[in-house]
């Protein structure tokens, strides 16, 4: 057999931290690398994969769309992106949807919605307030959205019109607002930055802000949305709407797709020839996103995330009172961080991968877990045993 990592290392870009596992082939939460070993896999694709890997309902609708039609352009009508669509805006408060092929696409389509309400609406107003923390992708708008300052230095100048304000204070948001100020980005709960919560009400009082100040507010549900959170949108939980909402990540079960939604009096001003990408709204994304939506609503995959997390919680915080290094659990669905008193969350990782547990460690000090929302019960326990285990092994004395 080809050594795997040693060809990777010579024939790819070396820009990404891989862990040293060849994935060959998964199943629900389970996948086995090249070699047969098998693993559970609680990174979940970085919360991509909502049912799981190789789930029939994905494949099957992957499989009939690639024997009918799988790209024509957006010079035509096909189905799936209408239905899809229809199915999108019947489940949220949004009324239209703009399809493209990432997450980070999704971001710059509503970065560009929103200077162009603001062109026509505000006097063009352009700013938007963004939050420390937050993360919105590698592509040059949504990284200057971003608010990780060494993801973004070293390609500066970016895009000039974003500020960064420390999340959970809206005192700071207010005092970023002037008069150029034309939206507010914000993820419900910050995925990258660490499974940040958001303090009870600041949602709600982000939302008043904007009101009072006729600002756009712009959900990033690219990581909370699909069931992720308990609901197929995290904003629900919170109950506040916003005005322009990005997806990504979860939407077709795997394949790559974004979509911007929005508000229609907001959606009327990105008019013919604004904005467009030849990929976007592909019947093979659309149609895979389509039959996964239809099953996370009509199979009540948001209740079983909600479930599975009472469970997968509850165990986690048992470790709290036995490894003191467990300082804290929090998130909502199957989006969990266990916050950590040290900076080991690297070595629990490969601890974990060892015993046969993928995850990630989304901070030093905090390891991050995104399994399929149906991941099983006995799924649950034993990624549990294993990374108590890990945190025992790697905070053991003799384990050093
Ligand atoms: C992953 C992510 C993005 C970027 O999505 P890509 O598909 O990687 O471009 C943007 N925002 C949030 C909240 C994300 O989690």
């Known amino acids: 057999m080809p050594d795997w990592v040693a060809e990777e290392h010579r024939y790819l870009f070396q820009n990404y931290g891989r862990q040293p596992v060849v994935i060959e082939r998964g199943e629900g939460t389970r996948v086995w690398d090249v070699e047969g070993k098998e693993y559970l896999d609680f990174v979940g694709g970085l919360a991509v994969n909502v049912l799981g890997h190789a789930h029939p309902v994905v494949a099957n609708a992957l499989a009939e769309q690639a024997k009918k039609l799988i790209h024509t352009s957006n010079l035509f009508y096909t189905t799936p992106m209408i239905e899809l669509a229809k199915l999108l805006v019947e489940n949220s408060c949004l009324d239209r949807a703009f399809f493209c092929n990432s997450g980070t696409e999704a971001i710059e389509a509503a970065i560009k919605l929103a200077r162009r309400w603001g062109y026509d609406t505000r006097n063009g107003a352009y700013e938007i307030v963004a939050f420390l923390d937050g993360f919105h992708g590698r592509t040059t708008g949504a990284l200057a959205a971003t608010g990780t300052a060494r993801y973004r230095e070293p390609f500066e100048p970016l895009a000039t019109g974003f500020s960064h304000v420390p999340w959970n204070d809206l005192e700071a948001v207010k005092a970023a607002t002037t008069d150029r100020t034309v939206a507010i980005l914000m993820e419900p709960i910050q995925g990258e930055g660490g499974v940040n919560m958001p303090a009870p009400g600041f949602l709600r009082a982000v939302r008043d802000w904007c009101n009072e100040n006729n600002l756009l507010l712009i959900f990033d549900e690219i990581q909370t949305g699909i069931g992720r959170t308990g609901s197929l949108f995290a904003y629900e939980q919170e109950g506040v709407e916003p005005d322009i909402m990005c997806l990504a990540k979860g939407l077709a079960g795997g394949v790559p797709i974004g979509a911007m939604l929005a508000r229609e009096e907001i959606a009327a001003h990105l008019v013919k020839g604004d904005h467009g990408t030849t990929f976007g709204a592909n019947p093979l994304a659309t149609a895979t996103g389509l039959a996964t939506m ?40 199957m989006l969990i961080a266990i916050g950590l008193g040290a900076d080991i969350s690297a070595e629990v990782v490969e601890a974990c991968r060892q015993r046969g547990l993928l995850v990630n460690n989304v901070r030093p000090n905090a390891v991050r877990l995104m399994p399929p929302l149906n991941t099983s019960d006995d799924e649950i326990d034993r990624a549990c045993d294993i990374l108590e285990a890990a945190i025992v092994a790697v905070t053991a004395p003799t384990a050093k």
Not at 309 to 325: A, G
């Open 294 to 333: 239809k099953y996370v609503i009509e199979n009540g995959l948001t209740g079983q995330a909600a479930r599975g997390s009472d469970r997968l919680c509850t165990r986690l915080r048992s470790m709290e009172d036995r490894l003191p290094v467990v300082t804290e659990v929090r998130g909502r669905g």
